[in-house]
Every structure is written in structure tokens, then in C-alpha cells.
């Protein structure tokens, strides 16, 4: 996961409902700015993640670990870099770090996500990923086309 080359980028300014009273980056606004960004990342490769909800498949975030380095403010903007990888065929696992406009890192995020269908009131593990959702994940982990 290291090559420059294969970071999703998503720009988000910090705005008054993302922070505390003290006017800091609330700890919860990081997970709506990284699902924001694999949201987006999805979109690029071409399936939107409602599509996906529609046809019954569900991505949802099963362990996260976050470390927060320096605070953002009300009205930074905020640089998030992605890269995805997709281990043992069916973990999707999501590395992210959010940097200032100095190049700081503001916090690094390690997201392990799976894919699960809904059907009727179950919702199962997918053990065999279906081909095209699949190849989907790899141009996730491939990174965005230059």
C-alpha cells in the first residue's frame, strides 16, 4: 500500500457542524469525512454506493483504529489520502491520513471493512465475492487513473 500512485484524494474544509463547541474538529467528524471519502472513491470507479445497497450488498466498516495527531479548526481544509487493499478475498482493508494545509498530518485511520448481502431480514458475510464487485475492489487498491 505504500505507491504514491494508488491515494484516492477528497478535500473537505472543516465547517461549523464538524466541530465542538471550542471550535475543533469533533472526533466523531473523522468517520463522516472517511466514509465521505471511500463513498467518493467508489464513485470513481464507477458504482455508486446506493447502486450497491439497491442490489443488496452493504460495505460496512467492521474495525477501525484512528490516531489523532494535531487538531483541525472551523474552516481548514483538510487533504485525505486513501489507499485501499484487498486481503484474504474478502476484508477490505482502508489506510487514510488526513493532513493539513501545511503538510502535517492532522490523523492517520486504518479502516477493515467486509461485504455482507441483505436478503429479506439477513444479512450474511460474502465469502466468494461476485466478479464485479470484486473488480471493483482491485481498482480501489489499483488507485485512480492518472
Not at 463547541?21 to 463513498?39: C, D, K, P, Q, T
Not at 442490489?55 to 481548514?76: A, C, D, L, T
Not at 466478479?131 to 481498482?139: A, E, G, R, S, T
Request: with cysteine; hydrophobic share 40%.
Amino acid at each position: 500500500m505504500s505507491s504514491i500512485n494508488n491515494h484516492w484524494k477528497l478535500i473537505k474544509t472543516v465547517l461549523p457542524q464538524h466541530t465542538d463547541h471550542a471550535g475543533v474538529m469533533w472526533h466523531g467528524s473523522y468517520l463522516n469525512f472517511l466514509e465521505e471519502g471511500r463513498i467518493d472513491a467508489l464513485d470513481k470507479v464507477g458504482l455508486s454506493y446506493s447502486k450497491l445497497s439497491r442490489n443488496g450488498f452493504e460495505i460496512p466498516v467492521i474495525s477501525i483504529q484512528m490516531k489523532y495527531r494535531k487538531s483541525f479548526i472551523h474552516g481548514e481544509k483538510v487533504l485525505l489520502t486513501s489507499q485501499f487493499k484487498l486481503e484474504n478475498k474478502i476484508r477490505l482493508i482502508c489506510k487514510t491520513l488526513f493532513f493539513k494545509s501545511n503538510g502535517d498530518i492532522g490523523a492517520e485511520a486504518a479502516i477493515e471493512l467486509v461485504v455482507v448481502r441483505k436478503t429479506n431480514d439477513s444479512i450474511k458475510l460474502v465469502r466468494e465475492l461476485p466478479v464485479q464487485i470484486k473488480n471493483i475492489l482491485l481498482m480501489l487498491e489499483e488507485g485512480p487513473k492518472v
